[in-house]
């Protein structure tokens, strides 16, 4: 277990790549931190860059107490999880599970014990005189994990370790891993492109673009305050909606205004708003706070009116596709609420939790 510390790290790769930009993060000792954002943003080669995989171009890492910029990858213990599972094919899941042990020359006895300890908390006892080949994806995935913990290592690094699983084997081997970080209270560092994976397994979310950190947060604060649009549209299923327009003033206090509609905006945004008017801003509600039930219960509340263009039964929630006729948005509403495709509704808006962002800069305004 270590804490690890990663200070103006920055990647360029031949050809001038330049992967990851002035990357500064301290990752505490048994923390969960999971490093989110589209393909190509970095994150892998972050994660490379920890483990000693790739070089670094400039910055300096910290594993525990220790400088490791030059350490080999198998001086640094950690342990990595790859998306491959990377086991080797001619080997049983024992042999497979003991390799790094062996190479390392453990006595019989210890190897024994550790492989038996790890598969029992993975519950792959009985496969251990198993091939890989004879595995399922899910088992071949928790015999690569099993691979990582017998080694005991200061941290774990998964790369995208469950992107090759079906998306009910996902699910499962997501609670498995949040699980097993609780059981084995050890520092790990996980990479993922999905947003849904990153906010319900990581303690904190690092969002990354175009090889540099956006917002580095807890899920909830990442969820509730955005740092800028690109935030704000990545975090979230269905995603936050925008909609461009100014603010204006009107019977004296400001409001945001669109083609087909005109918000009041709430006071306790002033400060923040005041050196806005008659500017370009965005606009952003997440989905539940349009058209809640709460909302729609609630007198005054100010709406948004459009069109319903398609509905999303979804169970214990409906999902209403609208158009303002200039803006398309979508709506979490009552799964109850009925209406039909054509309908014209006037939406409840939840000022309070949406967010204006500045177009020019992309940073959240309030
Ligand atoms: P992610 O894991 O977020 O998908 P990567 O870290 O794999 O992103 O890649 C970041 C950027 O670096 C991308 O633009 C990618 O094309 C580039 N890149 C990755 N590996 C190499 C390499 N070996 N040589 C040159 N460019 C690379």
């Known amino acids: 277990m270590a804490r690890v510390l990663l200070e103006n790290v920055t ?12 990357f500064n993060l301290e990752i505490q000792d048994c923390e969960f931190v999971v490093l989110v954002g589209p393909s190509g943003c970095g994150k892998s080669t972050t994660l490379r860059m920890i483990a000693g995989l790739e ?42 599970m003991a390799f790094g042990l062996k ?48 080694r005991k290592p200061e941290a774990f690094l998964f790369d995208e370790p469950l992107s090759n699983l079906d998306a009910k084997m996902r699910v499962q081997m997501r609670t498995e891993i949040s699980k097993l970080h609780t059981r084995l209270s050890t520092t790990m560092i996980y ?43 990545f975090i979230g299923t269905p995603p936050m909606n925008f909609f461009s327009g100014v603010v204006g003033r009107s019977d004296g206090r400001f409001v945001f205004r669109e083609e087909t509609f005109e918000l009041p905006l709430p006071e306790a945004w002033n400060d923040k708003v005041a ?12 989905p539940e706070n349009i058209g809640s039930p709460t909302a729609e219960a609630t007198p005054d509340v100010p709406r948004i009116e459009a069109m319903v ?25 009552d799964p109850h609420r009925k209406c039909r495709v054509g309908d014209r509704l006037a939406l409840a808006i939840v000022l309070d939790k949406s967010h204006l962002f500045d177009p020019k800069t992309t940073n959240v305004i309030v």
């Open 191 to 233: 990479v993922t492109h999905d947003q849904v994976e990153a906010m319900t397994m990581g303690d904190r979310i690092v969002v990354m673009r175009d090889g540099v950190i956006q917002q580095v947060a807890e899920p909830a604060e990442l969820y509730d305050n955005p740092v800028n649009t690109f935030v704000a549209g």
């Open 309 to 333: 263009e398609v509905i999303e039964p979804m169970g214990a929630e409906t999902y209403l596709y609208m158009n303002t006729g200039k803006h398309a948005f979508i709506a979490r509403v």
């Open 275 to 286: 050196s806005f008017v008659d500017q370009e801003v965005e606009f952003g509600a997440r």
């Open 103 to 150: 190479l390392r020359k453990f006595k019989k006895t210890e190897t024994e014990r550790r492989v038996k300890e790890a598969a029992d908390i993975l519950g792959i006892g009985e496969l251990l005189a198993r091939r890989p080949k004879a595995l399922s994806g899910g088992q071949r995935q928790r015999v690569a994990v099993g691979r990582a913990i017998v």
């Open 55 to 96: 070089e670094i171009t400039g910055g300096t890492i910290r594993i525990g107490d220790r400088v490791v910029n030059d350490v080999p990858p198998k001086d640094r213990d950690i342990a990595m999880v790859f998306q491959n599972y990377a086991l080797y094919p001619h080997m049983t899941v024992y042999e497979n």
């Open 11 to 22: 990647k360029v790769y031949p050809g001038n790549v330049l992967a990851v930009k002035d």
